[in-house]
């Protein structure tokens, strides 16, 4: 049982990361769709921020203290956070142009269900 609750974190992004695969899987409406994306990428973002943290780390900032003997000091290494701040930014970017796709979609078949389009461009 402790597993279970000291890995808390992995299961929560378990739970995210299935339930937004589900969405895009289950789902005909195309923003659903990316609504899906959309919850399964903040899932991966969890996975890596959860695996970035170190417990009793400090930012990597070195101060005149800390060179003075003190090597018993952790630091927490900040490239996750940047990496998963990059990652937020192009997944913006991914949201946005998809929705600006929806609306084309919509604008030239009528309908943004998945289904109804391949049936309208079955038709002769």
Known sequence: MSFVVDHY?????IVLMMAGFYTVIARANLVKKVIGLNIFQTSVFLLYVSMGKVAGGTAPILQAHAEAGHADVVYSNPLPSVL??????VGVATTSLALALIVRIHEAYG???DDEIHELEDEP
């Open 9 to 13: 974190h992995a299961w929560i992004v």
């Open 84 to 89: 998963i701040l990059t990652a937020i930014v």
């Open 111 to 113: 309908t943004i269900e």
